[in-house]
Structure formats: structure tokens, C-alpha cells
């Protein structure tokens, strides 16, 4: 089994960097996703992996220590639209946890 | 190119009567995930299908719901009988990677009501 644990809610300014972390115990492990949800919407793939290290992908990036089954997801430069829950998947079933919903204020 | 589809997209029912739920994934995606989501359990997966065999099924609440994938353009979750606790959100999802890690495509949801 697994257990994916984030906090639940979070609250930043426009314009600035937050950093929302995922820690997990797995047995085994095929790789790490975030994923993207709007409120009354379906989530959307936002980044996969499964190298320890730092992805980047535009105003996104996404961190990876396998050793310390943590992870992180760093949102640059805020915009309003970025208020949305964020979710954490590990391995190939993809189970996700509870999700971290972010705030984004003027 | 098409996405997930599901239908229907809402759905109001008395509790007692059986649901369907419809899915059709992705033309060539080889996986195929059952989700439910309510604000109290999150996102939770209720099963996923490799090439129409399901894999895992633990997450299904209790026999009253069952999933069907007859081939690969085509499933079914199905709630019989249904109760009030049953109301959420249910996602179809599907993934082009058969037996390992891919990004998942959501449809839009089935927002289900059991009164």
C-alpha cells in the first residue's frame, strides 16, 4: 500500500513563489505526478518524476527526493488562475492524495 | 482528437435504483481508471483496467458496485442498489501505457445525486 500525505490548504499573494510538498511511503516506486484541478473541473497532468532532482517546465517545476519519499511543487510568478487544488500521485496505480487547495490573492 | 467521454454528466436518482455510469477512453489508450471524489475522501480510485482486464479492484466500496469493460472503447461502473452516500463525483480517466506509469486523461465527471 501507500500513504501520500500534503497539506490541505494554502494561501499566496499574485506575483509571488509557493512551494507545495507531497510526502509519501510506498512500497516500490515507478515514478511521482502532479496534477492540476480547478474547481468543478476534471484534473490535468502538470508533471511526472522519476529521477531524484528538479523538472522545470515553465512557470512550474517539480522536485523529487526518492530517498526521503518527498516531493514538491514549485509555482513561480502567481497568477489568479493558478487557485486550484493540487494533487500528488505515486506509482503506476495511480492513488492520489488528498490535494492541496491553493488560494491566490490580489 | 476526442477525450475521455462520460455520460451521463449529471444524474439525480432515488436511493434504491441502479446507476450507469458510461466511459469511453481514448482511442489507443491501453488503461483505463474508475475515480470518485467528494470533498470529505478526496479523489479515490475505485479501479483500473489494463487492456480491459481489471487490475485492481480493492478500491471498490462494496458489491454494490461493479465495473465492466467489455472491450476497449467501452465501460461501465454500475451502483446497484444505490444509496445517498453514493453521491459524488465520478471521473473516468484513461492512460496511452498499459501496466505502468503515463499521464492520465480525465473526463469530465458524472456528478451523481442519490437522494
Known amino acids: 500500500g501507500q500513504n501520500i500525505d500534503q497539506p490541505t490548504e494554502m494561501t499566496a499573494t499574485e506575483g509571488a513563489i509557493v512551494q507545495i510538498n507531497c510526502t509519501y511511503q510506498?512500497?516500490?516506486?515507478?515514478?511521482l505526478f502532479w496534477y492540476q484541478q480547478h474547481a468543478g473541473e476534471a484534473p490535468t497532468f502538470l508533471s511526472y518524476?522519476?529521477?531524484?532532482g528538479l523538472e522545470e517546465k515553465g512557470r512550474f517545476s517539480s522536485f523529487l527526493s526518492r530517498s526521503k519519499g518527498y516531493s514538491y511543487l514549485l509555482l513561480k510568478e502567481l497568477q489568479m488562475k493558478d487557485s486550484a487544488s493540487y494533487l500528488c500521485?505515486?506509482?503506476?496505480?495511480?492513488?492520489f492524495g488528498a490535494g492541496t487547495r491553493l488560494t491566490v490573492k490580489p | 482528437d476526442a477525450g475521455v467521454i462520460q455520460s451521463p454528466r449529471h444524474e439525480v436518482t432515488e436511493m434504491g435504483q441502479e446507476v450507469t455510469l458510461r466511459c469511453k477512453p481514448i482511442?489507443?489508450?491501453?488503461?483505463l481508471f474508475w475515480y470518485r471524489q467528494t470533498m470529505m475522501r478526496g479523489l479515490e480510485l475505485l479501479i483500473y483496467?489494463?487492456?480491459?482486464?481489471?487490475?485492481?479492484d480493492s478500491g471498490m466500496p462494496e458489491d454494490r458496485f461493479s465495473a465492466k469493460m467489455p472491450n476497449a472503447s467501452f465501460s461501465t461502473l454500475k451502483i446497484q442498489p444505490s444509496e445517498p452516500r453514493d453521491s459524488a463525483v465520478y471521473f473516468c480517466?484513461?492512460?496511452?501505457?498499459?501496466?505502468?506509469?503515463?499521464?492520465?486523461?480525465f473526463g469530465e465527471g458524472s456528478r451523481l445525486t442519490v437522494l
Open positions: 483496467f489494463n487492456n480491459n482486464v481489471p487490475i485492481d
Open positions: 480517466a484513461s492512460s496511452l501505457l498499459a501496466g505502468a506509469a503515463g499521464e492520465l486523461f
Open positions: 482511442s489507443g489508450h491501453n488503461s
Open positions: 500521485a505515486v506509482n503506476n496505480d495511480m492513488r
Open positions: 518524476n522519476v529521477l531524484d
Open positions: 510506498t512500497s516500490g516506486f515507478n515514478g
